[in-house]
């Protein structure tokens, strides 16, 4: 085969890779409840944003 008929594959093969490391990466960021919409609360009170003032 020569470099022509690889290229492709190597997009390919290395879209397929990215992909399923965001899936794993998504899951455990869900596992490890990254995801919580409470940590605004957590880390901000009320006086902290000084834009609306």
Known sequence: MTGEVLIPYIWAATGIVTLIFVV???AW???H???DEDISRQ???EGDDE???
Do not use: L, N
Request: aromatic residues 20%; proline residues 0%.
């Open 43 to 45: 880390i901000f009170t």
């Open 29 to 31: 960021a869900s596992k």
């Open 33 to 35: 409840h990254q995801f």
């Open 51 to 53: 834009r609306f003032e």
């Open 24 to 26: 794993i990466g998504v």
